[in-house]
């Protein structure tokens, strides 16, 4: 039974992935990426919404594959104290990145993450990722430890403030 199949029909239980998991969260995407059947069966598109799907998970890590169509993108958000990595599989992202400025107002960094390309990133990392291209994009994501926590942020007043956090479990 593959890893995914096993996530669909007993969500409760953590999979027992059969290829060698430890390493840094980027050397554990990299594996997963050259593995197409451990996530390829995840791949699907929803227009209302990128779709992120449980792929992979064990007591120090899980990896989320996301699919995305253009104009999709997540919100200014953490990663609740967890170091990972993200892969794209196929198409392009951007990724923005807020930067300390002595300015008030959204300044940040934006990178261009193509096919191939790997953006380790570590506890503290906050940013936002979408699709601004013409084509789908697949990105495949490990988190280190276990994602328990993602707070959302906004500009307000000029800061970057948190406004809410969503919960494993309970939103996602």
């Known amino acids: 039974m593959s890893v995914l199949t096993e996530y669909r029909h007993r969500p409760d239980q953590a999979a027992r992935p ?18 197409p059947d451990r996530w390829r ?35 200014v958000h953490d990663h609740g104290g967890s170091a990972g990595a993200l892969v794209v599989l196929a198409g392009a992202l951007a990724e923005w990145t807020p930067v300390r400025s002595p ?44 994602l328990t926590t993602m707070t959302r942020y906004s500009w307000v007043g000029g800061l970057l403030t948190p406004v809410g956090t969503d919960r494993a479990g309970a939103d996602w």
């Not at 059969?18 to 593995?35: K, M, N, Q």
């Not at 598109?45 to 064990?58: E, G, K, S």
């Open 103 to 146: 300015w008030f107002g959204p300044r940040g960094r934006t990178r261009r993450l193509r096919r191939g390309d790997v953006r380790p990133f570590g506890p503290d990392h906050v940013h936002q990722v979408r699709n601004d291209q013409l084509e789908p994009a697949i990105s495949l994501h490990v988190y280190a430890p276990r």
């Open 41 to 75: 069966p995840a791949v699907r598109f929803d227009p209302a919404a990128r779709v992120h799907t449980l792929v992979c998970a064990d007591t120090d890590f899980e990896a989320w594959l996301l699919t995305w169509l253009p104009g999709q993108s997540t919100d």
């Open 18 to 35: 059969t290829l060698a998991t430890t390493g840094s969260p980027a050397e554990i995407a990299f594996r997963l990426a050259a593995s």
